[in-house]
């Protein structure tokens, strides 16, 4: 199994910037990708970025193009996620996820709010 745990999320106001972090532990052998999914109330689970093992590949939906990075630092099994020019239609709770595949589907983390105020 898999562990992963979010932080970083809070109340933001639209325009600013937020980062979330994600640690993984337990089996991390097993799982090479990593990426960050969200869901409003109501609806269904979006997914946000994604990032291979090595860094070199990563995948975004079109909505948070050249707003969000993803990005990882294997050393210490950590996911990262930098949100700049916030608007609040990101306002979700945002999901840390881990697998083998892209986008990871495999292990889910607790989930961290975010919200941004207009």
């Known amino acids: 199994q898999v562990q992963l745990v979010e932080s970083g999320g809070g109340l933001v106001q639209a325009g600013g910037s937020l980062r979330l972090s994600c640690a993984a532990s337990?089996?991390?052998?097993?799982?090479?990708?990593m990426g960050w999914f969200r869901q409003a109330p109501g609806k269904e689970r979006e997914f946000v970025a994604s990032?291979?093992?090595?860094?070199?590949?990563?995948f975004y939906a079109e909505s948070v193009k050249g707003r969000f990075t993803i990005s990882r630092d294997n050393a210490v099994s950590t996911v990262y996620l930098q949100m700049n020019s916030l608007k609040s239609e990101d306002t979700d709770v945002y999901y840390c996820?881990?697998?083998?595949?892209?986008?990871?589907?495999?292990?889910w983390g607790q989930g961290t709010q975010v919200t941004v105020s207009s």
């Open positions: 990032i291979s093992w090595s860094g070199r590949r990563t």
């Open positions: 337990g089996r991390t052998f097993s799982v090479s990708a």
């Open positions: 996820t881990a697998g083998l595949e892209l986008p990871p589907r495999d292990y």
